[in-house]
């Protein structure tokens, strides 16, 4: 009789035996070790915490942003190389803690590029600038008659070179150059930048040597799952742990006290379940005897919510735009449209569930964890440990999606917490229910958008009204409703040339916690917003395409006073350098509707739909094929996206995020949504919140980059905001059905 064998994932993949060439970079040591080794070797050159040359020529470069599949190791570090002049197969990439040296490390609002491009291409010059001089202090000529390339640097006119490793010993001896005196390349000496580099961390994903949060694991470790309230703000009345106990494997129940709001990134509280094995856990967690207290967020409905939120976009809000006279404009309309839309809730369901491993001792923590925001995550771990942060390590290991919900930190204090009880490192695992019933969710929202026309069908007003609980109100108890910095996303920045403009935020409580999703509050203006365009369109006897040209109007920068803000969040970039360039919003409409050959949208069967969208300082247009099956339900045949993020470093994962972006925004417009009764989420799995499967994905994503050298722009989220949209008004041109309440399985057949 054979022996059982406990058979993992990892040993399962192992078992294939798979194995991928080709893999220039390597993850390696922790940084931990690699500044051990660079102590014990003091004539390595390290001018910065980013930039490590050691004297056999290997560069190693710190990505201090987490890796979600996003490809950001597979990025910022060809940016530093190009700087460099390094070749990249003589390139290691290691993966930073959470340290305030490394600067803003969230991973998030599609800035790792984006937000440091400069900044990190310094990080390699400055290296470059003391190789050069060096080999030209060697040589006894000027450094501008020398060039770093191909891992070495050369003397100019000349056949001498001198490798990098070699010049280490010298360069380190140099003062460091400040900052300001560090030319960077221009853009034609970039090598890689802009072509299609490879996902490095790709084999790994594949052959099961990638190293997730729930791959971690120390000698005595215990794991913790935990019975959660149903209701945010709920609490544990009573528990009884006897039976708990009696499971096999179990070694302590726990409780943990319950946070008051605001809810920040604390742990929700409940009741923990600790042993030997995540089975045993689960098991304990099924036999406790708990009694709750729900709160006051018990008779949270959000059916009836949505009948609130609709009752308060029609009486008027609070203005944040203002453009000429908008009254003015409607009382004197030869015809007015109107219409209202509607969006649920939505959970970030990454394929892996929080997870974090902690080991709390007398004077230091260390945590293991799947975190976009380890700083978050260090601080809260410290004041969760009652530790100075300096006492405090965070390691962060690969994410199995994120989407936002992972740079929140609660998880991470429920493992610091269990640890400090038990006195032995913990990892607390989160199931897929826990995820789905225990998320940060992306917020609920009404829209209602109205359009003036004069007699002969031109528009000459437009009222956006808006109303959603913020993201705010996690931070803070006294938030009614959006801001003004809450309107940024596809409403304060929305090109319109129309002369009479005004946007009003409505009131809105929250009942939830509410987090960051993938593209944020775009999700529901581009929705409204793009859907309201097509609905004007055949209003006006327009073509959709027409009429989105013509109300946005000729290319221009719009000013402040045209867009009729007094100023512009611009996702905290100056508007000088990213303006509202209506230029390239033009541009992506007429490229998407080239290449989807929108002349012929009603020919074989098919209906176009069309959408457009500025966020994250990028512009996105999306067309939509949809076609009915032989059961006649609507499928989304084809989808085009073209996109300018100004100044591309990596097209293949450019590709690969609109790609990826049109699933998700397929999945949150045909199924996704999130329901509350009594407080509580009606959904727990895959099989009540669905994503869009295999057998749904279009027969065809075509992804087309505009070549630019404007600044860089996000390209992790603009993406998604425009899909919802094209594929409503292309159901629309198939069916005669327009939705204006997400999901669209709700009242379609798709």
């Given at each position: 009789m054979s022996q059982p064998v406990t058979l993992t994932r990892r040993t399962f993949l192992e078992g294939l035996n798979l194995s991928v060439g080709g893999l220039a970079l390597g993850l390696g040591p922790t940084l931990t070790e690699a500044e051990a080794r660079a102590k014990a070797a003091p004539a390595v050159l390290q001018p910065n915490v980013f930039v490590h040359v050691a004297t056999d020529g290997v560069v190693t470069i710190v990505c201090a942003r987490s890796e979600m599949g996003q490809g950001v190791r597979s990025s910022l570090p060809v940016l530093v190389a190009d700087e460099l002049g390094a070749d990249m197969a003589r390139v290691r990439v290691l993966q930073a803690d959470g340290d305030k040296v490394y600067g803003d490390q969230n991973t998030d609002g599609s800035s790792s590029v984006r937000g440091v491009y400069d900044d990190v291409r310094r990080t390699g010059a400055t290296a470059r600038v003391m190789l050069v001089t060096a080999a030209a202090n060697r040589w006894k000529v000027k450094p501008s008659e020398c060039e770093a390339r191909d891992h070495a640097v050369f003397r100019r006119g000349t056949q001498e070179s001198i490798g990098f490793g070699e010049l280490v010993r010298d360069a380190a001896r140099l003062p460091v150059p400040r900052a300001e005196d560090v030319p960077l390349r221009p853009r034609a000496e970039l090598r890689n930048v802009g072509g299609d580099l490879p996902l490095l961390d790709g084999p790994s994903f594949v052959n099961g040597t990638a190293v997730f949060g729930a791959d971690i694991t120390l000698e005595g470790m215990l794991v913790a799952v935990v019975a959660r309230p149903a209701v945010v703000g709920g609490r544990v009345a009573r528990f009884d742990a006897t039976r708990a106990l009696a499971v096999p494997g179990v070694k302590h129940v726990v409780e943990i006290p319950a946070p008051k709001a605001p809810y920040l990134f604390q742990s929700w509280g409940g009741v923990a379940v600790l042993a030997d094995n995540t089975w045993a856990a689960m098991r304990g967690r099924e036999a406790l005897d708990i009694t709750w207290e729900d709160g006051g967020n018990d008779t949270y409905d959000s059916a009836a919510f949505r009948e609130t939120l609709l009752a308060s976009v029609r009486k008027p809000g609070e203005a944040f735009r203002q453009v000429g006279d908008v009254d003015a404009a409607f009382a004197k309309a030869a015809r007015v449209v109107e219409a209202e839309y509607c969006t649920p809730h939505l959970p970030h369901a990454p394929m892996?569930?929080?997870?974090?491993?902690?080991?709390?001792?007398?004077?230091?923590?260390?945590?293991?964890?799947?975190?976009?925001?380890?700083q978050a995550a260090r601080a809260e771990a410290a004041q969760v440990a009652g530790l100075p942060e300096e006492k405090v390590a965070v390691h962060v290991t690969l994410l199995g999606g994120g989407f936002g919900r992972k740079s929140k930190a609660d998880f991470v204090g429920e493992a610091v917490y269990l640890s400090k009880q038990v006195k032995a490192p913990v990892r607390v695992q989160w199931t897929r229910e826990d995820d789905i019933r225990h998320d940060y969710y992306h917020t609920t929202a009404a829209q209602r958008l109205?359009?003036?026309?004069?007699?002969?069908?031109?528009?000459?007003?437009?009222?956006?009204?808006?109303?959603?609980?913020?993201?705010?109100?996690?931070?803070?108890?006294?938030?009614?409703?959006?801001?003004?910095?809450?309107?940024?996303?596809?409403?304060?920045d929305l090109a319109l040339?129309?002369?009479?403009?005004?946007?009003?935020?409505?009131?809105?409580?929250?009942?939830?916690?509410?987090?960051?999703?993938?593209?944020?509050?775009?999700?529901?203006?581009?929705?409204?917003?793009?859907?309201?365009?097509?609905?004007?369109?055949?209003?006006?006897?327009?073509?959709?395409?027409?009429?989105?040209?013509?109300?946005?109007?000729?290319?221009?920068?719009?000013?402040?006073?045209?867009?009729?803000?007094?100023?512009?969040?611009?996702?905290e970039a100056p508007l000088e350098k990213h303006p509202v360039d209506v230029g390239r919003l033009r541009r992506v409409i007429e490229r998407v509707t080239e290449l989807s050959r929108w002349s012929e949208r009603e020919?074989?069967?098919?209906?176009?739909?069309?959408?457009?969208?500025?966020?994250?300082?990028?512009?996105?247009?999306?067309?939509?094929?949809?076609?009915?099956?032989?059961?006649?339900?609507?499928?989304?045949?084809?989808?085009?996206?073209?996109?300018?993020?100004?100044?591309?470093?990596?097209?293949?994962?450019?590709?690969?995020?609109?790609?990826?972006?049109?699933?998700?925004?397929?999945?949150?417009?045909?199924?996704?949504?999130?329901?509350?009764?009594?407080?509580?989420?009606?959904?727990?799995?895959?099989?009540?919140?669905?994503?869009?499967?295999?057998?749904?994905?279009?027969?065809?994503?075509?992804?087309?980059?505009?070549?630019?050298?404007?600044?860089?722009?996000?390209?992790?989220?603009?993406?998604?905001?425009?899909?919802?949209?094209?594929?409503?008004?292309?159901?629309?041109?198939?069916?005669?059905?327009?939705?204006?309440?997400?999901?669209?399985?709700?009242?379609?057949?798709?």
């Open positions: 892996e569930p929080p997870v974090a491993l902690a080991w709390v001792k007398d004077d230091s923590c260390e945590v293991w964890a799947p975190t976009q925001h380890p109205s359009a003036a026309l004069d007699a002969q069908g031109r528009p000459t007003a437009w009222l956006h009204r808006t109303a959603f609980p913020s993201i705010r109100s996690t931070f803070s108890n006294d938030v009614t409703g959006p801001a003004f910095r809450d309107l940024n996303q596809g409403v304060l040339a129309i002369p009479n403009v005004r946007a009003e935020a409505c009131q809105a409580l929250a009942h939830v916690r509410i987090g960051w999703l993938r593209s944020v509050y775009n999700i529901f203006h581009a929705f409204s917003v793009g859907s309201f365009m097509d609905e004007l369109a055949h209003a006006r006897g327009m073509d959709p395409r027409d009429n989105l040209l013509d109300v946005v109007g000729p290319a221009r920068h719009m000013s402040l006073t045209e867009l009729g803000v007094p100023k512009l969040p611009n996702y020919k074989d069967g098919r209906a176009l739909g069309l959408a457009a969208h500025r966020s994250f300082l990028s512009y996105v247009g999306v067309v939509v094929s949809m076609k009915k099956d032989a059961a006649g339900r609507a499928r989304v045949d084809e989808a085009w996206v073209v996109v300018d993020a100004g100044l591309i470093v990596n097209a293949d994962r450019v590709r690969a995020q609109m790609e990826g972006s049109v699933i998700f925004g397929m999945s949150l417009a045909l199924h996704g949504a999130i329901t509350m009764k009594g407080g509580a989420t009606q959904q727990s799995n895959f099989r009540d919140f669905r994503l869009v499967r295999i057998a749904e994905a279009p027969r065809r994503i075509h992804v087309d980059i505009v070549q630019s050298d404007q600044a860089p722009g996000g390209v992790g989220e603009p993406g998604v905001p425009p899909v919802a949209p094209a594929i409503a008004n292309a159901l629309f041109a198939l069916t005669g059905t327009r939705v204006r309440d997400l999901p669209i399985i709700r009242s379609h057949p798709v």
